[in-house]
């Protein structure tokens, strides 16, 4: 898990980055999460663009 801080950091040099925020997942569910792995699953799939 990273931080809104050291997010936005990597955020601004990171073209392709993206941020999810989640609520009450913790470490383990969050890798079980249908938001999460949809998300994941779109990122990867998506054609880079930087």
Same mark, same amino acid.
Request: glycine share 8%.
């Given at each position: 898990?990273?931080?809104?801080?050291?997010?936005? !950091?990597? *955020? !601004?040099?990171?073209?392709? !980055?993206r941020r999810l925020a989640?609520?009450? *997942?913790?470490?383990?569910?969050?890798?079980?999460?249908?938001e999460v792995i949809a998300?994941?699953?779109?990122?990867?799939? !998506?054609?880079?663009t930087a």
């Open positions: 898990m990273v931080g809104f801080e050291e997010s936005d !950091a990597i *955020l !601004a040099h990171v073209p392709t !980055a989640t609520s009450g *997942l913790g470490h383990r569910a969050v890798t079980r999460d249908a998300a994941a699953v779109r990122f990867i799939q !998506a054609p880079e």
